[in-house]
């Protein structure tokens, strides 16, 4: 399966985007998806994940009560909801896609990567 994600861009403090992560080649149905991102000098790190059938989600703790992560079977996408955004989100931004379906905060456990937004937040 091949990942496209898309929807970054540059974005006030405070402001809001929505990251889209495209599957393309197969259906990611029964696939769980976790957004991660890395910062200019920083190693990547875990944003959010959810589960194959939507049922579960799981956040950074960075990131909680400001971000969504939803996924939508029929349109074979997953969405990344980032609402008051701060300085510290810059990064790119990346989704991944696990076979086994389960949630994971662990960067390993994921299979496919798509190729990542830029996401920078700046007044």
């Known amino acids: 399966v091949q990942l496209q994600a898309s929807g970054g861009g540059l974005v006030q403090p405070g402001g809001s985007l929505r990251l889209s992560c495209a599957a393309s080649g197969r259906t990611m149905e029964n696939y769980a998806v976790g957004w991660f991102r890395q910062a200019p000098g920083k190693e990547r790190e875990f944003v959010a994940s959810i589960r194959w059938d939507g049922g579960s989600t799981l956040y950074a703790d960075s990131v909680q009560d400001r971000f969504t992560i939803s996924k939508n079977n029929a349109k074979n996408t997953v969405f990344l909801q980032m609402n008051s955004l701060k300085f510290e989100d810059t990064a790119v931004y990346y989704c991944?896609?696990?076979?086994?379906?389960?949630?994971?905060?662990?960067?390993?456990?994921?299979?496919?990567w798509g190729q990542g937004t830029q996401v920078t937040v700046s007044s």
């Open positions: 991944a896609a696990n076979r086994g379906g389960w949630i994971s905060r662990t960067q390993t456990a994921y299979d496919y």
